[in-house]
């Protein structure tokens, strides 16, 4: 919330009025600090989801120099 006022702020908006965007036990929660937060880990965790990793090198070169480099794709 801090941020996003912030970034407002710096665009010269006014601040979210959070208290109207939020449902009220969650805005009271967040204000009086007993609220902990959304563990985003265990949100986007899928243990079935099916993943994909590909990776792919190129080399070149000459005598006078050299270059490697690697892309790594990772879907989940």
């Not at 449902?23 to 902990?36: E, F, I």
């Not at 990793?53 to 270059?67: C, I, P, Q, R, Y």
């Amino acid at each position: 919330m801090i941020i996003q006022d912030e970034v407002r702020f710096n665009e010269s908006n006014p601040a979210y009025d959070w208290a109207n965007l939020l449902p009220a036990d969650l805005y009271q929660s967040v204000m009086n600090g007993s609220w902990k937060g959304t563990n985003w880990f265990k949100e986007a965790y899928n243990e079935g989801a099916p993943t994909q990793n590909h990776a792919v090198g190129v080399t070149g070169g000459s005598d006078l120099s050299k270059f490697f480099s690697r892309f790594l794709l990772l879907r989940q």
